[in-house]
Nanobody
Framework: QVQLVESGGGLVQPGGSLRLSCEASGNIFSMYTMGWYRQPLGQQRDMVAVITSGGMTNYRDSVKGRFTISRDNAKNTVVLQMNSLKAEDTAVYYC??????????WGRGTQVTVSS
């Protein structure tokens, strides 16, 4: 199972930007579908953005046009660039990896707080 380590969370004012990174272990990173979920306090965990091994992307509607997901297979890294952040983006953000229909692997999460 792949190991995932997230970084880049923190406190930012509304309208600001943050860049989340997720580094994965292993040597078949390029074969994985990667992405991010988020979980606001007391709420369920929901998909934010996904990028397939072929580079296709998908976003939840509320972040389209503000968030961008990308991957660097040479560095085993997936990045979530978050712009125009809103208070409702506040959550713990989790990186995931999935190979075909195998169970998803998860990182430990990184807190993103958007507040003035």
């Amino acid at each position: 199972q792949v190991q995932l380590v997230e970084s880049g969370g923190g406190l930012v004012q509304p309208g600001g930007s943050l860049r989340l990174s997720c580094e994965a272990s292993g040597n078949i990173f390029s074969m994985y579908t990667m992405g991010w979920y988020r979980q606001p306090l007391g709420q369920q965990r929901d998909m934010v953005a996904v990028i397939t091994s072929g580079g296709m992307t998908n976003y939840r509607d509320s972040v389209k046009g503000r968030f961008t997901i990308s991957r660097d297979n040479a560095k085993n890294t997936v990045v979530l660039q978050m712009n125009s952040l809103k208070a409702e983006d506040t959550a713990v953000y989790y990186c995931f990896a999935q190979l075909d229909r195998a169970p998803m692997s998860w990182g430990r999460g990184t807190q993103v707080t958007v507040s003035s």
